[in-house]
């Protein structure tokens, strides 16, 4: 179907941008097909220089927070289950907790944010989730320190999902910027808490220095940034189909959520397996292998660092494919291990491709409809949620009954997955012109 916009929409400057023939019907405009006219105009919005405004900042200092409580429970949990006495079940079922809270609140956050409002609802989820991580230190039960997990990844997640919809809006088509740049603060933050809470252990403060440190963050944070403006959302087009939140989300945008989820089991199950897969099957020590997963965190910084710039030239759904073609190069040099240094590097080559792996995801999806931020925000984190909490069980359950060196080729299933979905993600923007 062919679309014809007015020449001020697609101004003359623009049109060595599209590699099409577009005749020019002076004063009436170009005709081109809408889809067409949409992807080049979004390419040549990109151009505009990204600037980082005040709350562009709070929201990377607030992702950064969030990354930092999540990741807390790894270091956290050894410590927890021995001042508790539990078994490995019992406190695998912590962040299990956490994952069952992020999967809820997707269901739930897009309309909490329609009643209180953006601010509030990023408040309350910031300060709400510093409440129940120290509800978490404090409680000596473990029935207790369960649903103050399940309330860190539900209220958290208010906090999550508004600060990706509202960045979006903030930066319009320089939204995957500024979703990869926050990633990469998220990557740092997550980064510091091994040595705070091993530093913490060592000293009278004990392990809780960990979660302390995310609470003080969140207090740090909300001090210096609680008068900051919050960007309005994208207004809906009414000609638009999948304008408001009262319309259902087109079908691409679900073939993108899939991909997500393909795409988040990827990244969990490489984070948390590696280090008994490099043990198991490589050969590793046991402290060699857990200090060896690290390599995967600074792979992904410098990944999100050159996805970052990468985005300001193409658009997500073009830099995608080539992000799980990374994975896919590095992985068979993970699997087949001959050596601890091909092994190594297969990791690292792994981590770089899952780097942007959600930015960029997230950012297609919001490109599909962008007037209903909040509600793909929350849906995109729903998927996430149910990828952390049923994939690396999954993977655990296959190598008991497999072993791990087979089960861990769940991964190459899982890539091939993300790309059929992402293929059809595609071709349904293109088919429907969003």
Known sequence: MAHTLPAPFFPHKYKSICPLT???????????????CQEYLTRAAMTIAFRRTRFTWLAYFMLGYFAYIEAAFGPLIPFLRDELNLNYTLSGMHFSA????LVLSG?????????????????????????????????????LTISASFLIGLIGSWLLVMIQSTLSDEHGANRAVALT???????????????ITGWGAGTVIGWRAGLWAGILMALLITVIYARTPFPAPTPADEDEPTAGN??????AFWAYWASLIFNIAIEWCIILW????????????KEAAAASVSIIFVAMVIGRTVGSRMTRRYLPSVILPYALGIVALGFPLLWLGTSHIIALVGLFIVGLGIANFYPLTLAAAINIAPQQADRISARMTLGAGVAILFAPQILGTLADALGLHTAFMTVIVLVLASAITLWLGHRLRKRKGV
């Open 246 to 251: 009262g319309k259902p989300l087109p079908l």
């Open 181 to 195: 740049e926050s990633n990469i603060m998220a990557s740092v933050a997550a980064g510091l808490v091994p040595a």
């Open 98 to 101: 956490f994952a069952l809270g």
């Open 107 to 143: 269901f739930i956050t897009d309309r909490i944010a329609a009643i209180l409002g953006r601010p509030k609802t990023f408040w309350v989820g910031a300060l709400g989730m510093a409440l129940a991580s120290f509800l978490l230190l404090a409680f000596r039960h473990v029935a």
């Open 274 to 285: 590696s280090a008994g897969f490099l043990e198991e099957v490589i050969g590793f020590e």
């Open 22 to 36: 577009l005749v020019p019907f002076y004063p009436y405009g170009y005709t081109a097909p809408l889809s067409v």
